[in-house]
């Protein structure tokens, strides 16, 4: 959520910043809304003001034996009046807030502007996509061949969007999961095992709600809702709290299940495993001071690269423009893998900067000094990595003209030295 105090010394700066991001906002609603609020509270304040100067009358009247009861009721309906005052006031408040929970972060200034996904900005490339002298077979017909990958199976246990991993290729996922977090406990991060539903003002907190509301799947009697990512509990484990500037930065890293509503039209962008309703992902979070949040971007992005040059993939690097970023960030890069059985780019980490956005919605703060009023923190997140579109990668960059797959060497040892996946592997 956005602070009102900085809309209200340049409203057209917000509105020129969301304009970038493709969203047209009269920022003279939010003024209006915001004036009421103001008026309100400062009309509570003056009967209440005046109500105790009635009372202080009252005593003084009382003490010198005057009648005082005309002056009772006078006072008892200087604070009836202040009450109702204050109602209004909270109502307007919670349309204020309401207005505000749904638009989306302002992006930095140095963010490239643009409308969509083709003004992004690569930054770099990484790696180089292995030369074969066979023609390599996308992961949905290299994981079904060494049966490592049910997709019938999936689809009949719930539907379409789901898959069951079988033999090596749920232990190849899990080899993936345990190297990563390994890695981000090396780097300083404590791993976190959150819950998976969490309650909607926890999803409020980090912008999943209320605009995204039909991404998500909740289980109704409960009021609770399926977590589209470790983000969201994660990022969420000090909302409402106030931190010391020596605690700083946090650094939490959780592997859980995902799940969203999300689907693609048909092609091969959505086959196999690339878009699934129900995945697999490392995440990392970090809770750091507004100074300090820049350059803890770059140092998370570092680990998730150091994670894909470890698997020697082939990567690059992307800084979403302001049309494309998503709605709680104000900077995010993207990490792609190429996908050699497709010959296309695939996402397999984003990673946001969200600044005091997220942390204003869940009240997270901080004291940059001892005694100091407290302030809002920053907060990031990234995948690390999300593992459908990463299995893609290794099985498709991994793959032998005999149709085995190399198991990388960082993942040997979590695989109990096994070196190949063979169809001779495979279950029935």
Same mark, same amino acid.
């Given at each position: 959520?956005?602070?009102?105090?900085?809309?209200?010394?340049?409203?057209?700066?917000?509105?020129?910043?969301?304009?970038?991001?493709?969203?047209?906002?009269?920022?003279?609603?939010?003024?209006?809304?915001?004036?009421?609020?103001?008026?309100?509270?400062?009309?509570?304040?003056?009967?209440?003001?005046?109500?105790?100067?009635?009372?202080?009358?009252?005593?003084?009247?009382?003490?010198?034996?005057?009648?005082?009861?005309?002056?009772?009721?006078?006072?008892?309906?200087?604070?009836?009046?202040?009450?109702? /005052?204050?109602?209004?006031?909270? &109502?307007?408040?919670? %349309?204020?807030? @309401?207005? !505000? =929970?749904?638009? $989306?972060?302002?992006?930095?200034?140095?963010?490239?502007?643009?409308?969509?996904?083709?003004?992004?900005?690569?930054?770099?490339?990484?790696?180089?996509?292995?030369?074969?002298?066979?023609?390599?077979?996308?992961?949905?017909?290299?994981?079904?061949?060494?049966?490592?990958?049910?997709?019938?199976?999936?689809?009949?246990?719930?539907?379409?969007?789901?898959?069951?991993?079988?033999?090596?290729?749920?232990?190849?996922?899990?080899?993936?999961?345990?190297?990563?977090?390994?890695?981000?406990?090396?780097?300083?991060?404590?791993?976190?095992?959150?819950?998976?539903?969490?309650?909607?003002?926890?999803?409020?907190?980090?912008?999943? /709600?209320?605009?995204?509301?039909? &991404?998500?799947?909740? %289980?109704?009697? @409960?009021? !609770? =809702?399926?977590? $589209?990512?470790?983000?969201?509990?994660?990022?969420?484990?000090?909302?409402?709290?106030?931190?010391?500037?020596?605690?700083?930065?946090?650094?939490?890293?959780?592997?859980?299940?995902?799940?969203?509503?999300?689907?693609?039209?048909?092609?091969?962008?959505?086959?196999?495993?690339?878009?699934?309703?129900?995945?697999?992902?490392?995440?990392?979070?970090?809770?750091?001071?507004?100074?300090?949040?820049?350059?803890?971007?770059?140092?998370?992005?570092?680990?998730?690269?150091?994670?894909?040059?470890?698997?020697?993939?082939?990567?690059?690097?992307?800084?979403?423009?302001?049309?494309?970023?998503?709605?709680?960030?104000?900077?995010?890069?993207?990490?792609?893998?190429?996908?050699?059985?497709?010959?296309?780019?695939?996402?397999?980490?984003?990673?946001?900067?969200?600044?005091?956005?997220?942390?204003?919605?869940?009240?997270?703060?901080?004291?940059?000094?001892?005694?100091?009023?407290?302030?809002?923190?920053?907060?990031?997140?990234?995948?690390?990595?999300?593992?459908?579109?990463?299995?893609?990668?290794?099985?498709?960059?991994?793959?032998?003209?005999?149709?085995?797959?190399?198991?990388?060497?960082?993942?040997?040892?979590?695989?109990?030295?096994?070196?190949?996946?063979?169809?001779?592997?495979?279950?029935?």
């Amino acid at each position: 959520m956005i602070d009102i105090n900085a809309l209200r010394e340049d409203p057209q700066a917000f509105a020129d910043a969301w304009a970038a991001r493709g969203e047209q906002v009269d920022v003279a609603v939010i003024e209006q809304y915001d004036a009421t609020v103001r008026r309100l509270k400062a009309e509570s304040e003056a009967k209440k003001a005046e109500a105790n100067e009635a009372s202080k009358a009252i005593g003084a009247a009382a003490r010198a034996g005057a009648d005082v009861s005309e002056a009772k009721a006078h006072a008892r309906a200087l604070g009836d009046a202040a009450k109702a /005052l204050d109602g209004q006031r909270a &109502q307007a408040e919670e %349309t204020l807030r @309401d207005y !505000l =929970l749904h638009l $989306p972060n302002v992006c930095l200034a140095d963010v490239p502007e643009g409308a969509d996904a083709d003004a992004n900005v690569e930054r770099s490339r990484h790696g180089t996509a292995p030369a074969l002298d066979f023609t390599p077979k996308p992961h949905w017909d290299l994981a079904t061949d060494l049966g490592i990958i049910d997709f019938a199976r999936g689809a009949n246990l719930a539907g379409s969007g789901f898959v069951v991993y079988r033999g090596d290729g749920a232990r190849l996922q899990r080899a993936l999961v345990s190297y990563f977090l390994d890695c981000h406990r090396l780097n300083g991060y404590e791993e976190i095992a959150p819950p998976f539903l969490v309650r909607p003002e926890i999803m409020q907190g980090t912008g999943q /709600l209320p605009k995204f509301a039909d &991404q998500l799947y909740a %289980t109704a009697e @409960d009021d !609770l =809702l399926l977590i $589209p990512t470790a983000e969201v509990p994660v990022t969420n484990l000090h909302a409402g709290e106030i931190l010391e500037r020596a605690a700083l930065p946090k650094r939490y890293c959780a592997h859980t299940p995902c799940f969203r509503r999300e689907a693609g039209a048909a092609g091969v962008g959505t086959r196999g495993i690339t878009r699934v309703h129900q995945f697999e992902k490392v995440e990392m979070v970090w809770i750091t001071s507004a100074e300090d949040s820049v350059a803890a971007l770059e140092t998370m992005r570092g680990h998730a690269e150091a994670l894909l040059k470890a698997l020697d993939l082939h990567w690059r690097v992307l800084d979403l423009c302001t049309g494309d970023i998503g709605f709680s960030a104000a900077r995010t890069y993207d990490l792609e893998v190429w996908s050699t059985g497709t010959q296309q780019w695939l996402e397999v980490s984003s990673l946001s900067n969200c600044t005091d956005f997220q942390a204003r919605r869940m009240g997270l703060r901080y004291r940059p000094e001892a005694k100091a009023k407290p302030v809002m923190a920053h907060t990031l997140n990234g995948s690390g990595l999300a593992l459908p579109r990463c299995m893609i990668a290794v099985l498709e960059r991994w793959q032998q003209a005999d149709g085995s797959v190399l198991i990388p060497e960082v993942l040997r040892p979590y695989m109990g030295g096994q070196d190949r996946i063979t169809a001779t592997n495979a279950p029935n």
